[in-house]
T-cell receptor, first 114, second 115 residues
Framework: NAGVTQTPKFQVLKTGQSMTLQCAQDMNHNSMYWYRQDPGMGLRLIYYSASEGTTDKGEVPNGYNVSRLNKREFSLRLESAAPSQTSVYFC?????????????FGPGTRLTVL | AQSVAQPEDQVNVAEGNPLTVKCTYSVSGNPYLFWYVQYPNRGLQFLLKYITGDNLVKGSYGFEAEFNKSQTSFHLKKPSALVSDSALYFCAVILPSGGYNKLIFGAGTRLAVHP
C-alpha cells in the first residue's frame, strides 16, 4: 500500500515549456487534489476532483489544467510554464467529499521554471 | 472570508519542555480543524482533527490540540518535546457547506527543538 505517489520528484523547465505532473493513489479514494506550496503561504488549492469524471477550480487555477484519468490517477498539466509557477506541488486524496475527511498527501514534486 | 492564522513563524523549545504551536481561525459556523506536520523534503502528514465533541483532541506522536470556540483557537500541544518533533506544522480549517472538502491552510510554523 503505497498511499499517494507522485512523479517526477524534481523537474527543471524553461519558460514556455510544458509538462505533466502525475499522481496516483491506491486507497480507493473518491476525491483528489492538487496544491502548490510557496514559502510563507502554506498550501493553496489549484484544482480538485470530487469524483471520477469531475474536476473543479480551486484558489489558484490559472496556468494549469487537470485530468482525472480514472479513480486512481489525477494529473496536473502546465501548458506554458512561467517562473511564477516555480513551487513545490503536492497531490492529495480523501475518501469522500465530506468536510471531516482526512486528506492524505504525496511526497511532492519540486518544480523550477527558469 | 474563511481564514486560519498561525501567528508565529518559528517556535523554539528545549527538548523535554512542553511545546505549543498556535492557531486561530476565522470562519462562520462550526469549523472542522486539522493539524498536519511536514518533515524536510516530505509531504504533509496528518496529526489530528477536531470535528465535534470533546474539545481536547489527541493525535499521533503524543500531540494534542484544544479547540476553544470563544477564542476561535486550536493550539497544538505536547507535554514533552523531542528533537525529532522539529518540523513545519500547518493548521487547516474546513467549513462544511455541502460542497467539496477544501482545506484552507495557515502559513505554517517551524518548530525547532534543541537538545
Amino acid at each position: 500500500n503505497a498511499g499517494v505517489t507522485q512523479t517526477p520528484k524534481f523537474q527543471v523547465l524553461k519558460t514556455g515549456q510544458s509538462m505533466t505532473l502525475q499522481c496516483a493513489q491506491d486507497m480507493n479514494h473518491n476525491s483528489m487534489y492538487w496544491y502548490r506550496q510557496d514559502p510563507g503561504m502554506g498550501l493553496r488549492l489549484i484544482y480538485y476532483s470530487a469524483s471520477e469524471g469531475t474536476t473543479d477550480k480551486g484558489e489558484v487555477p490559472n496556468g494549469y489544467n487537470v485530468s482525472r484519468l480514472n479513480k486512481r490517477e489525477f494529473s496536473l498539466r502546465l501548458e506554458s510554464a512561467a517562473p511564477s509557477q516555480t513551487s513545490v506541488y503536492f497531490c492529495a486524496s480523501s475518501s469522500g467529499t465530506g468536510g471531516w475527511d482526512t486528506q492524505y498527501f504525496g511526497p511532492g514534486t519540486r518544480l523550477t521554471v527558469l | 472570508a474563511q481564514s486560519v492564522a498561525q501567528p508565529e513563524d518559528q517556535v523554539n523549545v528545549a527538548e523535554g519542555n512542553p511545546l505549543t504551536v498556535k492557531c486561530t481561525y476565522s470562519v462562520s459556523g462550526n469549523p472542522y480543524l486539522f493539524w498536519y506536520v511536514q518533515y524536510p523534503n516530505r509531504g504533509l502528514q496528518f496529526l489530528l482533527k477536531y470535528i465535534t465533541g470533546d474539545n481536547l483532541v489527541k493525535g499521533s506522536y503524543g500531540f494534542e490540540a484544544e479547540f476553544n470556540k470563544s477564542q476561535t483557537s486550536f493550539h497544538l500541544k505536547k507535554p514533552s518535546a523531542l528533537v525529532s518533533d522539529s518540523a513545519l506544522y500547518f493548521c487547516a480549517v474546513i467549513l462544511p457547506s455541502g460542497g467539496y472538502n477544501k482545506l484552507i491552510f495557515g502559513a505554517g510554523t517551524r518548530l525547532a527543538v534543541h537538545p
